[in-house]
């Protein structure tokens, strides 16, 4: 159980006729996170900030872009408490579902769900096996490029780059 504030802003300029496939403008947002001690022992400051873009370029399709950046600070000590996790590691501070990952279709499409990052920092070798296991980490950055086409009626196409990786400090 965490307490916390999460004061966030959202400014979304996107057009289009399908809100879920801007085709044109922009969203930003921001979200500051600060969770005190008062049911667990956690203390520690996350920010996330996103900016996306998208130019249309008429009959030829869209291009998106979107750059992702997020932080922890930790300001407890909350050693041994997550096995994965070496007790030196700044993101052992932090409890597994505040940290960040990325991989998979909304982040880093070259990876799995949540296994980008640092074998031997956010991810880790479980004993007796030969597969890594993500921990996550405080420190995040991704950006995204995709150029989205239309092929026939409805069907489309997309090329992309992403690019990015999670870090434990």
């Known amino acids: 159980e965490l307490t916390s504030l999460i004061p966030s802003l959202f400014w979304d300029h996107r057009r289009g006729d399908n809100p879920l496939e801007p085709t044109g403008g922009w969203s930003s947002s921001l979200q500051l996170q600060y969770a ?3 049911r667990t022992d956690a203390e520690f400051l996350k920010l996330f900030v996103q900016q996306t873009h998208y130019l249309a370029l008429g009959r030829l399709g ?3 872009g979107s750059l992702r950046f997020g932080g922890i600070e930790p300001f407890t000590n909350l050693a041994g408490q997550d096995p994965y996790v070496p007790d030196e590691l700044p993101s052992s501070n932090v409890f597994i579902d505040e940290r960040f990952f990325a991989g998979g279709d909304s982040t880093q499409r070259a990876y799995r769900q949540d296994e980008l990052g640092i074998r031997g920092e956010t991810l ?3 004993r007796g096996s030969t597969t ?3 921990a996550g980490g405080n420190g995040l950055a991704l950006a995204n490029l995709e150029y ?3 092929v026939f ?3 489309g196409g997309a090329v ?4 990015g990786n999670v870090w434990a400090d």
């Not at 992309?160 to 690019?163: G, K, N, Q, W």
């Open 153 to 155: 009626g409805v069907l």
């Open 124 to 126: 880790f070798q479980s």
């Open 148 to 150: 989205r086409f239309p």
């Open 36 to 38: 005190f001690p008062l």
């Open 62 to 64: 869209v291009l998106a």
């Open 132 to 134: 890594f296991v993500p």
């Open 160 to 163: 992309f780059l992403d690019s």
